[in-house]
């Protein structure tokens, strides 16, 4: 209490003096109009008892009756004995009930504590990054991408701050742990103090008009900062980068490339998902290859062709492998090798059978439209299920066929043919409904490659169960773009929260074979190589002597990762 004046000296003299003193003095007014009914009361009840009663009370009495009455209190030691002292009485009491049960408390409420409280929260919020910070990101919003993006920061220890303009909605953020600053997106004000001059880089993460006018305020403040923008409609491609967004990212446009090239679609091949060290990392599909049912020691693509496997994704899992690991039908091999050694195994998946019935791409918005682009530029057949007919319009000048119709009808999966069909990619923004159509193409044709989006990462596990084989995700895809462009590379999507990390050994492991270090049964990490001197080695057995001044290339989550470091004493790199 003794902070009480202060406070509200502070509350009307500050970011809302304007608004407070307003409603200041509006409730001002409502308490002196009350106070008005009262002294009106109080004469009344000495007019009354003087000339209708025949009674003779003092002021103060008549100034206590009116108070007791009218706050319900009702002491029954001075009443009226007349029919008119008792309608006086009855107006009085619902004068009260009113004016001080229900409006008072209520005007209280809305006029000042509810501000007042607001603006506690608003000068509780963080308002500026500190003023020695420098290489951290600044994060336009909290959205579907920023909490996976702000692990992955936090992660690799590189700084990092969301701007929230709810004061509120930022006091809740910063309780919880997240380095934010309450602030306006488009006020130049905001960024001064972010000094995001020496920021690494900012994210427009809102929609398109508002992104836009995010990059000209950044540009004002700090002219050579990168600035990664979002991009929801292909037509703002060209509007963000003329306003000066060093880099412009189609999410959705990208997430249907990614998708659709993880199906099935002609020849068998391997697709590269990035590069190491002048090595290729790359998946291919074993359905229709002939590779279901052996062991990898069999395949012998190791000693034929320099090949590698480093993991095997089943349904949804990435899994370490052993020369003695059976591939089924629905594995996805993750192989290393020089590219001349990735073109030898597509020359080998060449000879294999192909289904050459048309993909199915269920979906026609921006996602499905880039992945049936993407498919037509392979010269392999694509039929788009959709069931809004000004969609299918444009829609037929880029598929090879397009059927009209709800997804969930049999009849209409059909007609798309589901049965014949190589793979089929779900596209919708709907995850209960990919889930189903999961469910749904799987019992049609038990045999088909499904590929999916999905929006909310809970909903991953039920869809691979549901029969998925690979699923992606809009707001990993984000955070893998965005990070790729704060180290300087290029991402390297193996799937949803795996990634490949080059770690350093630590001293707790130096001498030791790899076997005798337990990585992979402590913490879940695979081990696919050890880098020496520049020297990359793909093929690390079990007896490889770990060295300290090396470093494991492991795939993994980054849960796992932070496991690794506790268990190890690896420090973040």
């Known amino acids: 209490m003794k902070y009480l004046p202060a406070q509200l000296a502070t509350w009307l003299g500050g970011d809302v003096g304007a608004e407070g003193r307003q409603n200041v003095a509006t409730l001002v007014r ?73 409006v008072l408390p209520f005007a209280f409420i809305r006029l000042f504590y509810a501000p007042w409280m607001e603006a506690r929260l608003r000068q509780r919020a963080p308002r500026a990054a500190p003023n020695d910070v420098s290489g951290h990101v600044v994060i336009c919003a909290w959205d579907a991408i920023a909490p996976g993006l702000v692990a992955k920061l936090k992660l690799h220890g590189i700084p990092y701050f969301v701007i929230e303009p709810d004061p509120a909605e930022a006091t809740r953020l910063d309780a919880d742990g997240i380095s934010v600053v309450n602030g306006e997106v488009d006020a130049s004000e905001t960024y001064v103090r972010l000094q995001v001059q020496r920021a690494l880089l900012v994210v427009a993460n809102r929609e398109d008009t508002t992104n836009t006018n995010i990059v000209l305020t950044v540009r004002e403040v700090a002219p050579d900062v990168p600035i990664a923008a979002i991009v929801e409609s292909a037509d703002a491609l ?24 993880r199906i099935n679609a002609g020849h068998a091949r391997a697709y590269v998902l990035g590069e190491l060290h002048g090595l290729e990392v790359a998946e291919f599909s074993v359905h229709a290859t002939g590779f279901a049912g052996k062991r990898l020691r069999d395949l012998s693509l190791r000693e034929g062709i320099g090949i590698n496997f480093v993991a095997v994704w089943e349904r949804g899992r990435l899994k370490p492998v052993t020369p003695d690991t059976v591939l089924s039908d629905a594995s996805v091999p993750v192989v290393v090798g020089t590219p001349a050694q990735i073109r030898a195994l597509d020359e080998l998946l060449l000879i294999y059978d192909t289904n050459y019935n048309a993909a199915l791409v269920i979906g026609g918005g921006q996602v499905g439209l880039a992945a049936v682009t993407t498919i037509r530029a392979r010269d392999f057949p694509v039929t788009l299920v959709e069931r809004e007919s000004d969609v299918c319009t444009p829609a037929r000048a880029l598929a090879t066929r397009v059927v009209q119709g709800d997804a969930a009808d049999r009849a209409v999966l059909g007609e798309a ?38 929006t909310h990462e809970r909903n991953i596990e039920a869809i691979h169960r549901a029969g998925a084989d690979f699923v992606l995700s809009y707001a990993w895809l984000g955070v893998e773009q965005i990070f ?10 193996l799937g949803e929260h795996v990634e490949l990390f080059v770690e350093p050994v630590p001293g707790s492991l130096d001498g030791r074979t790899l076997g005798e270090s337990g990585v992979g049964d402590a913490t879940g990490l695979n081990v696919i190589a050890i880098e020496r001197g520049g020297h990359i080695d793909t093929r690390p057995s079990a007896k490889t002597r770990l060295e300290k001044g090396s470093s494991l290339v492991v795939v993994g989550s980054g849960t796992q990762l932070e496991e690794f470091r506790r268990r190890f004493g690896a420090s973040r790199t």
């Not at 209708?52 to 209190?73: A, C, K, N, P, R």
């Not at 060209?238 to 090239?261: C, F, Y």
């Not at 790729?484 to 999507?493: C, D, E, F, N, S």
Request: glycine share 8%.
């Open 30 to 102: 409502y308490v002196a109009f009350v106070i008005a009914v009262i002294l009106l009361f109080t004469v009344l009840f000495h007019v009354l008892m003087l000339h209708v009663e025949g009674q003779d009370h003092s002021w103060i009495t008549g100034f206590y009756w009116t108070l007791t009455v009218m706050t319900t209190l009702g002491f029954g030691d001075i009443t009226f004995h007349t029919d008119v002292g008792r309608i006086f009485s009855i107006v009085v009491l619902l004068s009260g009930v009113v004016l001080l049960l229900i």
């Open 238 to 261: 060209d509007v963000l980068a003329l306003a000066g967004a060093s880099h412009v990212l189609p999410l959705k446009q990208r997430l249907g490339h990614m998708l659709a090239h």
């Open 417 to 454: 043919g589901v049965t014949e069909a190589p793979a089929v990619l779900l596209t919708t923004n709907d995850d209960a409904m990919n889930i189903y159509l999961a469910v749904y193409c799987r019992r049609l044709n038990p045999h088909l490659r499904i590929v999916s989006r999905i």
């Open 484 to 493: 790729a462009i704060v180290r300087g590379g290029t991402p390297m999507l």
